[in-house]
T-cell receptor, first 114, second 113 residues
Framework: DSGVTQTPKHLITATGQRVTLRCSPR?????VYWYQQSLDQGLQFLIQYYNGEERAKGNILERFSAQQFPDLHSELNLSSLELGDSALYFC?????????????FGPGTRLTVT | GNSVTQMEGPVTLSEEAFLTINCTYTATGYPSLFWYVQYPGEGLQLLLKATKADDKGSNKGFEATYRKETTSFHLEKGSVQVSDSAVYFCALSDDSGYSTLTFGKGTMLLVSP
């Protein structure tokens, strides 16, 4: 158990809908990262937050957004969903803002768009 | 940009066989290198890491050495077990200071008794 929790575990929704994925980092970690894992694209970094602020952005679509709250949990919002958004979404957390922190991954949320 | 290339799988071995999974990378500066493992239905677990050239990361019988001259970080294990069956991901974190990970596509390992 990494100490990172994600809810829900599974999510099935229709095209055009909007969903919210939730992540709670390990106790003491200030950074949260979101990754998408799909069969065709592999594991891709989406976005990073540190202590409530956005720190780095990867291949995140404009239809997707995220935030980190004062209690350090994070939410990833996916809107106007398309079939191609079906994937595993992982959250990871690490201690700090810079450097080569080890990242600890949650169990993931499997999103299926029908 | 940064990239990681891994050998394609699946790699199929018998128990107690020797394992090598090749990984090469492209990055500017001095990245940190990682191997993560994903067991079926689970998230990624950090297996080992190396932060500078010639460092050897090791854990649970797995080893990998950071070779800057060949930009490689090959994963090895002397004697695999059935329980090692999983998908293995090589990853790098560059020295930009943001710690974001760039992953390879993953290599599935299947170990039979």
């Amino acid at each position: 158990d990494s100490g990172v929790t994600q809810t829900p575990k599974h999510l099935i929704t229709a095209t055009g809908q909007r969903v919210t994925l939730r992540c709670s980092p390990r106790s003491g970690d200030l950074s949260v990262y979101w990754y998408q894992q799909s069969l065709d694209q592999g594991l891709q970094f989406l976005i990073q937050y540190y202590n409530g602020e956005e720190r780095a952005k990867g291949n995140i679509l404009e239809r997707f957004s995220a935030q980190q709250f004062p209690d350090l949990h994070s939410e990833l919002n996916l809107s106007s969903l398309e079939l191609g958004d079906s994937a595993l979404y992982f959250c990871a957390s690490s201690l700090g803002r810079q450097g080569r922190d080890e990242q600890y991954f949650g169990p993931g949320t499997r999103l299926t768009v029908t | 940009g940064n990239s990681v290339t891994q050998m394609e799988g699946p790699v199929t071995l018998s128990e107690e066989a020797f394992l090598t999974i090749n990984c090469t990378y492209t990055a500017t500066g001095y990245p940190s290198l990682f191997w993560y493992v994903q067991y079926p239905g689970e998230g990624l677990q950090l297996l080992l890491k190396a932060t500078k050239a010639d460092d050897k990361g090791s854990n649970k019988g797995f080893e990998a050495t950071y070779r800057k001259e060949t930009t490689s970080f090959h994963l090895e294990k002397g004697s695999v077990q059935v329980s090692d069956s999983a998908v293995y991901f090589c990853a790098l974190s560059d020295d930009s200071g943001y710690s974001t990970l760039t992953f390879g596509k993953g290599t599935m390992l299947l170990v039979s008794p």
